[in-house]
C-alpha cells in the first residue's frame, strides 16, 4: 500500500474562511499525554497557536471551536440542519454549559472556543492570560489534560454568541436584520494561521523529529531514515547484479526496487522538511506514493511472470496469457491509485468528503466517518477491494506455480521455485492479515504499525529475491536471454534439454537392433539369416559418448567467440 499521510497534511496550516460556507473544518490532530503537573511538565504539553485576521468591518466575530472527540462528534453531526439559527443553536448547545465565558458562563472549566478574527497587532478578546499566548500570535491553546493521547479538532464555523441574551445565533441572521444600513459590518472573509504542536515551541530543539508531528506520525521520520540505510546499501548490489547478467527478469526487478529507492527518497525529504516547517512537500510526497504503488505492483507481476515459468522454463508467454495477465493486473493498479486518491481528497478536503460520498455511496451519514471516525485506508470498500484482489492474485500465483513445478524435471529449478512460492506466499498473505489485526489497534498506534510492517516486508522482499536473481545462482536456472534456442546450451550442460531427454529415453527403451538377410526356396531349399544385435550396455555406451559429444560441442559453441 501507499504511504498516505493520515489526517493532519500539515501542522501549520493557512488559508481562507468565508462565513457563506457556515462551517469548515480545519485539521484533526493527535496530542501526545500530558505529564503531571510539574514546571518542567509545561514544555511538554500540546498547543494550538497562530493568528486570525479579515480586513472585514464587523459587527460580530465567528467562531473558532477546538474539541476532543467526546465533544466534537455531537457538535459535528449538528451542523446539517438547513436552519442555520437551529444549527448554532444544537451545535453549542452541548458546549455552552462547559466552556468557560466571563459574560455567560463564568463557573465553565474549558478554554475550547475562540471569538475571531483578532484586531491586528491585538491578542483575541478571549485571551485573558497574555502570557500564556505564543510570542508573536493572537492566540493559544494549550491541550494540558490528555491522561492518554488523543485527537483534537479544529474547526471555523459562522456562529455567534449574543452577549445580552447568551443564546447562540447564525452569522447570516445578520443579513436579515432591519436596522443594518449597508453590508460593510458583515464579516465575509477571514484570513486564518495555525500552528500545532507537541511540545512547547521554545522546547522544539529538545524534539526535532517529532516536534510538528502528531501523535499518530511520530517516528515515521526515524523509521524511514532506517529504510533508506538499508536501500543505499540493496540497490548497488542489484545494479551490479544486472549489470553482471543482463537478463529480463532481473531488469524488470531491477526497475522495480529503483522505483521503491525514489519513492522512499521523496517520501523521506518530504517528512524531513515536516520535521522543520509544518508543510512539508507535499507534490513530492504525491510522487513518492505513486512511485510506491508502480513499485509494488511491478514487484507482483514479477512474481506472477515467474510462477507462469517465463524466463525459467519458457522464453515467452502466449498472447493469451499476456492478455489475462494485463487484463487483472492493470484494474489492481489501478484500484491501487484510486485508494490512494481517495484517502488525500477525504483526509485533506473536508467539504470534498460530501461530495465523494453522495455521488458514490449516496449514504449522507457516511460523509461523517472519515473526519469522526479513526479509520485506515483498510476500512473502506476500495481498500477491501484491494486486499481481495491481493488475495485472489496469491491464489492464481501458486496456481501458475504449481503448473510449471508439475512439468520441471531440473533439481536446481525446483528448489528455485520452491523457494520463490515459499517467500512469497508470505509476502502475498501478510498484509490482508496486518489489516485484519490493525482493527483491534488503537488509532494512535494503528498508522504506524501497518507503515512499519509494510515496509519491513517490502524490504524482506525485495532483499530475498535480490539473492535469489545473484549471478552466481541465478546462471543455474534463469533461461538466457537472445536467440530463439537461448538457454538450450544451459541445459545442454546439464544434459537436462528436452530433445537429449526425449532421445535417451527412446533410445532406452528401443529393443536391439536386428539385421536379417534369407532366402527361402520352398521345399527342402535352403535359406542363409544374418543377425546382428548390439549389446543394451554397448548402446548404453554409445549414448554417453553421444551426450559427451554434445556437451564438448556446447562448450565449443560458447567459447567460439574467443577465436573470433
Not at 511538565?41 to 471551536?65: F, R
Not at 506455480?401 to 521455485?417: A, G, I, P, Q, V
Not at 537392433?513 to 549389446?535: A, F
Request: with cysteine; charged share 15%; aromatic share 12%.
Amino acid at each position: 500500500m501507499p504511504h498516505v499521510v493520515p489526517p493532519a497534511n500539515a501542522t501549520h496550516i493557512s488559508g481562507e474562511f468565508h462565513t457563506a460556507d457556515f462551517f469548515q473544518f480545519l485539521i484533526k490532530f493527535g496530542f501526545q499525554k500530558a505529564d503531571p503537573p510539574t514546571p518542567r511538565s509545561i514544555a511538554s504539553y500540546g498547543y494550538i497557536y497562530g493568528n486570525v485576521t479579515s480586513k472585514d468591518a464587523y459587527s460580530e466575530p465567528v467562531t473558532l471551536v477546538v474539541l476532543d472527540k467526546s465533544t466534537f462528534v455531537d457538535f459535528y453531526s449538528n451542523r446539517t440542519y438547513r436552519n442555520r439559527e437551529l444549527a448554532c443553536s444544537r451545535m453549542f448547545s452541548r458546549l455552552q454549559g462547559i466552556v468557560y465565558d466571563p459574560d455567560c458562563n463564568p463557573q465553565g472549566k474549558r478554554d475550547y472556543l475562540r471569538r475571531v478574527p483578532c484586531a491586528h497587532g491585538a491578542l483575541c478578546v478571549d485571551e485573558d492570560a497574555p502570557s500564556n499566548v505564543i510570542a508573536d500570535h493572537q492566540f493559544t491553546y494549550v491541550i494540558n489534560l490528555e491522561a492518554e493521547p488523543r485527537f483534537w479538532y479544529v474547526a471555523l464555523v459562522a456562529c455567534y454568541r449574543n452577549r445580552t441574551t447568551c443564546q447562540w445565533q447564525a452569522h447570516e441572521s445578520l443579513a436579515r436584520t432591519g436596522n443594518r444600513s449597508s453590508g460593510s459590518s458583515i464579516l465575509t472573509t477571514l484570513q486564518y494561521n495555525i500552528n500545532l504542536v507537541n511540545v512547547h515551541p521554545n522546547n522544539s530543539a529538545a524534539h526535532l523529529l517529532t516536534f510538528q508531528y502528531s501523535y499518530d506520525q511520530q517516528n515515521l521520520l526515524e523509521m524511514y531514515l532506517i529504510f533508506m540505510l538499508v536501500y543505499i546499501v540493496l540497490l548497488p548490489m542489484q545494479i551490479y547484479a544486472v549489470r553482471r547478467q543482463k537478463h529480463p527478469v532481473t531488469k524488470l526487478f531491477t526497475l522495480s526496487l529503483l522505483s521503491e529507492f525514489v519513492s522512499l527518497a521523496l517520501i523521506t525529504v518530504h517528512l524531513l522538511r515536516y520535521a522543520t516547517n509544518g508543510v512539508g512537500e507535499p507534490n513530492m510526497q504525491a510522487a513518492g506514493d505513486v512511485l510506491d504503488i508502480l513499485s509494488r505492483t511491478t514487484f507482483m507481476l514479477i512474481l506472477l511472470l515467474l510462477a507462469k515459468g517465463w524466463a525459467v522454463t519458457r522464453q515467452q508467454i502466449s498472447r493469451t496469457g499476456w492478455i489475462i495477465l494485463m487484463s487483472i493486473w492493470v484494474p489492481y493498479c489501478a484500484f491501487h491509485i484510486f485508494l490512494y486518491i481517495w484517502d488525500r481528497v477525504s483526509f485533506t478536503k473536508g467539504h470534498l468528503i460530501e461530495l465523494i460520498y453522495l455521488q458514490i455511496r449516496h449514504i449522507a451519514l457516511q460523509t461523517e466517518v472519515d473526519i469522526i471516525s479513526d479509520i485506515d485506508e483498510y476500512q473502506t470498500w476500495p481498500g477491501w477491494i484491494v486486499l481481495i484482489l491481493r488475495t485472489m492474485f496469491m491464489m492464481w500465483f501458486l496456481y501458475e506455480l504449481r503448473n510449471t513445478m508439475k512439468y520441471e524435471h531440473s533439481s536446481k529449478k525446483l528448489d528455485f521455485l520452491l523457494h520463490l512460492g515459499a517467500s512469497s506466499l508470505v509476502w502475498f498473505i501478510y498484509l490482508p492479515i496486518v489489516a485484519i489485526v490493525a482493527l483491534q489497534v488503537s488509532p494512535m498506534w494503528r498508522y504506524k504499525l501497518l507503515q512499519g510492517i509494510t515496509n519491513s516486508a517490502d524490504c524482506m522482499a525485495y532483499c530475498v529475491m535480490t539473492g535469489l536473481l545473484w549471478p552466481n545462482r541465478a546462471g543455474q536456472y534463469l533461461l538466457l536471454a537472445g536467440t530463439k534456442y537461448a538457454g538450450m546450451d544451459e541445459l545442454d550442460e546439464f544434459n537436462e534439454a528436452p530433445h537429449i531427454v526425449r532421445e535417451r529415453e527412446r533410445r532406452r527403451n528401443s529393443p536391439p537392433d536386428d539385421i536379417s538377410i534369407g532366402t527361402n526356396s520352398g521345399g527342402g531349399g535352403r535359406g542363409m539369416v544374418l543377425s546382428t544385435s548390439i549389446p543394451h550396455s554397448l548402446n548404453g555406451d554409445l549414448l554417453e559418448a553421444e551426450d559427451m559429444a554434445a556437451e564438448l560441442l556446447t562448450d565449443l559453441n560458447k567459447n567460439s567467440h574467443i577465436v573470433a
